[in-house]
């Protein structure tokens, strides 16, 4: 508990924070003061999402009072607005649920554009020329459907909601993910600039030390359910430079047991699920001058790649450049990819091939394919990775014992040993994402599509997957196309990079290092 030290704005005590289904957090008790900015912290699972849940009310998530003594007090109860990954991935998936292109001529129901989810909090015919638009920088994609927007600027139309509501508090859960590097300097100018006025009191809840504000104050981290550290920002860096200090010595020793028991894994069948691709393939995936667009915005022009085998490519550029849109005409999810000259493993795309054709071949880790899961929340994680085997979204057909094995021989290198009855819905965004990634893996695919695979994971789930990753690089069974913003996260097998540029001429660079 923090000493008082002025006005209180959050006072909770001896109390517990309940989910849905039960009591994810025992006891509790902090303090919010006047004056103080928070960084809410902690590696996933251990709570702190469960916290930001409960004090922003989100649906199912409530802070309880204990018998006794219990005290809660919170002044922003009406006037709090919370922006996260998992807000995100809600709002794609309401959409989804609501489409209703099947009914209607033409077969496209867009469903709610940006200005009209801008409109329900901000009634403004010019809400283009309002600075808080302007500042998140999403003046272009006002009359966009929310399902059509990539991730970054989701997330950016997300905290715009939430500055136009004028809200008193605002959480902003893992702010920087998905976001380009313009992106994340406006929003860490905007950050500091908003602490410093006090007009808005923001809580910050993030894993990245390296990326946490200068105006942060205080810091409370949570591990294993329960609090871990509650205190001011000097003494949290000195804890966090002690630990690193420690983790630096298990580092290699956790990389060496990863690769043994990765190597294991194959060895008891993973492999036995690699699919050659066809032998009439000179290359994995080849586009030749290829266009996307909508009107007269063009997404990607004139483009033309090849994917080899045991090349792995870095695809990087700003928010809105058409990552996503490149991959999805790989994964046939967008279907301009019948208008173009596109071959995947040799088949030309639209020539009568089924899709499974092309996805038995292909791993996927994407942001849609997060929500499609979400939407099968009651699904045992053993299920979803089993399922990676399948092809499917969820799982039809009682599995193979060998897939049993193998399914559970991944959950363990991910660090889900002994869980795979937990379901997918009542894992933590981070958690949820990190079981996806073993599922786009565990058949060894001949090509592995990343796109953002380390959104909302924490630090040491961060290390082990990316190490994983590179231990799959080195089978050469399988080839990587990674989509990323975060230099960290570049895999040093990643030697060729597919660059987009919007506004330039061409929209697009190849760049090739040793």
């Not at 809200?167 to 908003?194: H, V, W």
């Not at 809580?203 to 550290?229: A, C, G, Q, Y």
């Not at 071949?361 to 499609?372: A, F, K």
Request: charged residues 30%.
């Amino acid at each position: 508990m923090t000493e008082d030290n002025g006005e209180i704005l959050i006072k909770i005590k001896n109390c517990r924070v309940e989910g849905s289904k039960e009591c994810k957090i025992k006891a509790l008790d902090w303090q919010m003061n006047k004056g103080q900015s928070w960084l809410i912290t902690g590696p996933n699972g251990g709570g702190k999402d469960d916290f930001i849940n409960a004090l922003s009310k989100t649906k199912g998530f409530a802070i309880i009072p204990n018998q006794n003594d219990g005290e809660f007090a919170n002044c922003f109860e009406k006037s709090c607005e919370l922006v996260s990954l998992e807000r995100a991935a809600s709002l794609i998936q309401e959409e989804r649920e609501n489409d209703e292109s099947e009914y209607l001529p033409g077969g496209v129901d867009i469903g709610r554009t940006a200005r009209k989810f801008l409109g329900e909090v901000e009634n403004s015919e010019k809400i283009e020329n309002d600075p808080v638009i302007k500042l998140c920088g999403i003046e272009k994609i006002l009359d966009r459907g929310l399902k059509y927007l990539s991730t970054g600027e989701i997330r950016r139309t997300l905290l715009a909601r939430a500055l136009l509501s004028r809200k008193e508090l605002i959480i902003l859960s893992d702010p920087f993910a998905g976001l380009d590097q313009q992106s994340r300097t406006i929003l860490l100018d905007f950050i500091n600039s908003i602490q410093k006025k006090r007009n808005t009191n923001i809580i910050l809840s993030m894993e990245r030390w390296n990326e946490i504000p200068d105006s942060i104050t205080h810091v409370l981290e949570f591990k294993n359910r329960e609090i871990s550290f509650c205190g001011e920002r000097k003494e949290y860096e000195e804890l966090i430079i002690q630990r690193q200090k420690e983790e630096s010595k298990k580092n290699e020793k956790a990389k060496e047991a990863l690769a043994e028991d990765f190597k294991s894994t194959l060895q008891e069948g993973a492999l036995a699920y690699s699919s050659a691709a066809p032998a009439q393939a000179e290359s994995l995936i080849k586009m030749t001058k290829v266009n996307v667009g909508w009107g007269d915005n063009h997404v990607l022009k004139d483009l033309s790649w090849e994917l080899k085998e045991n090349e792995h490519w870095l695809i990087r550029g700003p928010n809105g450049s058409g990552k996503t849109t490149f991959l999805e005409l790989i994964t046939g999810d967008n279907k301009q990819v019948y208008a173009n000259d596109v071959k995947i493993f040799g088949i030309q795309r639209g020539s009568g091939e089924s899709i499974w054709d092309i996805k038995k071949y292909l791993g996927i880790v994407s942001y849609r394919m997060h929500v499609e899961y979400r939407m099968l929340g009651g699904t045992s994680i053993l299920n979803v990775i089993i399922s990676g085997f399948r092809d499917s979204i969820g799982l039809y057909a009682s599995p193979t014992d060998l897939e049993v094995k193998a399914a559970k021989k991944w959950l363990s290198l991910g660090g889900f040993e002994n869980r795979e009855n937990e379901t997918f819905g009542s894992l933590s965004y981070g958690e949820q994402r990190a079981i996806l990634i073993l599922r786009s893996a565990v058949k060894c695919p001949k090509v592995l599509i990343l796109d953002e695979p380390c959104h909302g994971l924490d630090e040491d789930f961060r290390k082990k997957i990316l190490n994983l990753l590179e231990l799959i690089a080195e089978t050469r069974t399988t080839t990587m196309l990674h989509v990323t913003h975060e230099t960290s996260e570049v895999l040093p097998c990643e030697k060729h990079i597919l660059e987009l540029v919007p506004g330039q001429d061409p929209m697009y660079k190849i760049i090739t290092q040793n």
